[in-house]
Each structure stands twice: as structure tokens, then as C-alpha cells.
């Protein structure tokens, strides 16, 4: 079965620049969510979009931004990175009918800032 | 907002015995969805099992159930026969059943298993 893609699967990046991570969720699948694991923690909510608008904010900083495209990929745009920036970022997408509310992950943009 | 707690940072079992993490949350709503994710190494989050807070019944998949006990905000999981390949990092998760779809996370537990 078609997983959640997420790529690049691994990116580095200076201090100041700027990274876009790209996600491609499960073919009918609407919803897309954005997770940040730092080291040692937990997934932490960034923001989510449904049938293309967004739909829940989390704490993602001013300095990213985010959007779904029609064809319902979506990609997270990060500016001015900072080294606290570093860490596992998720993408899981969902279906909206009741069956389907599981998230399914993708497998994660591992970011490193230096 | 939703808290959910996970109060054991590490867990051990021999192999084939069973262990069982606990989940504690905190919420208002009366429906909400409870997960469990596994993360190994690799990093990638697995969905473990589910339970809908509007079933009484304790979901069960294969060698993981669980133990949701609504009034006292409780959600433990059970592995039973415990494997290698069980080791990993697993997270209790919440998510409302209102237009809020996030997960909450817990802090979680990582699970070593003994040969």
C-alpha cells in the first residue's frame, strides 16, 4: 500500500538559510499534518491543512510557513534556520471519514543545522 | 488544552514476559481518540492501537491491548510475549474528535527487551 512520502529524507543546512520540506500524502487522503521532533522528545504539532486551507496551528514559528498545493501535496518552508531548528520533521496524513481518522506518518526530513 | 503524561521514561521485560506502560491525560471533552505509537530506531511512527473514548471495550491488536479506563483518565498498554522487535520508543497519543484533529503526545517510554 501507497505510504506517506515525505523528501528530502535528510538535509543540511547553515545557520540563516533557508529549507523547504516536502511531503506527499496517501492518495485520498486530504488532511495533511506537520509534526518537529527535537532529540529526546516528543512529536510536537506545527500546523495541519484540510482540502487545501489550513486547518489547526500549533507552535510553528513566524519564521516557517506552510501550504497545501491542489494536487494535496504540502511543503514546509523554513527561514533564517537556527540550530534549534535541528530536528526530525514529520508529515502523517489523515482521510476525513470516520474510519480513516488514523494519521499515518510519513517516514520523516531529518535536519540538521550547522 | 490537552496533557497527556507518560510517568515511566524507561521499561524493561525479558523476553516472551509481558510489560505494561502507562498513560495518564487530562481533557474536558467526553469523545476523543487515545493512540499508541511505536518509534524504533529507524525513527518512523507506527501506529500501534487505537481506542475510541465512546467504546467501552478495550481494543486489542494481536499481542498489544489495552487498559482505557475512562473516569480515571487512563490508557495503558499491554504487550504480551514481549519480542526483539518490540524494542523501541512508544508514545500515548490524543487526539479530539471536534475539528481539532492534532495529536497530543506524551512524553514517552522507551522499552528495552532482554534476550
Known amino acids: 500500500a501507497a505510504g506517506v512520502i515525505q523528501s528530502p529524507r535528510h538535509l543540511i543546512k547553515e545557520k540563516r538559510e533557508t529549507a523547504t520540506l516536502k511531503c506527499y500524502p496517501i492518495?485520498?487522503?486530504?488532511?495533511v499534518y506537520w509534526y518537529q521532533q527535537g532529540p529526546g522528545q516528543d512529536p510536537q504539532f506545527l500546523i495541519s491543512?484540510?482540502?487545501?486551507?489550513?486547518?489547526d496551528k500549533g507552535s510553528i514559528p513566524d519564521r516557517f510557513s506552510a501550504q497545501q498545493f491542489s494536487d494535496y501535496h504540502s511543503e514546509l518552508n523554513m527561514s533564517s534556520l537556527e540550530l534549534g531548528d535541528s530536528a526530525l520533521y514529520f508529515c502523517?496524513?489523515?482521510?476525513?471519514?470516520?474510519?480513516?481518522?488514523?494519521?499515518?506518518f510519513g517516514p520523516g526530513t531529518r535536519l540538521t543545522v550547522t | 488544552a490537552q496533557t497527556v503524561t507518560q510517568s515511566q521514561p524507561e521499561m524493561s521485560v525479558q523476553e516472551a514476559e509481558t510489560v505494561t506502560l502507562s498513560c495518564t491525560y487530562d481533557?474536558?471533552?467526553?469523545?476523543?481518540?487515545l493512540f499508541w505509537y511505536k518509534q524504533p530506531p529507524s525513527r518512523q511512527m507506527i501506529l500501534v492501537i487505537r481506542q475510541e473514548a465512546y467504546k467501552q471495550q478495550n481494543a486489542t491488536e494481536n499481542r498489544f491491548s489495552v487498559n482505557f479506563q475512562k473516569a480515571a483518565k487512563s490508557f495503558s498498554l499491554k504487550i504480551s510475549d514481549s519480542q526483539l522487535g518490540d524494542a523501541a520508543m512508544y508514545f500515548c497519543a490524543y487526539r479530539s474528535s471536534n475539528n481539532d484533529y492534532k495529536l497530543s503526545f506524551g512524553a514517552g517510554t522507551t522499552v528495552t527487551v532482554r534476550a
Open positions: 491543512f484540510y482540502e487545501k486551507m489550513q486547518s
Open positions: 492518495p485520498r487522503h486530504d488532511t
Open positions: 502523517a496524513s489523515s482521510g476525513r471519514d470516520r474510519v480513516s481518522y488514523e494519521q499515518y
Open positions: 481533557t474536558s471533552e467526553s469523545d476523543y481518540y
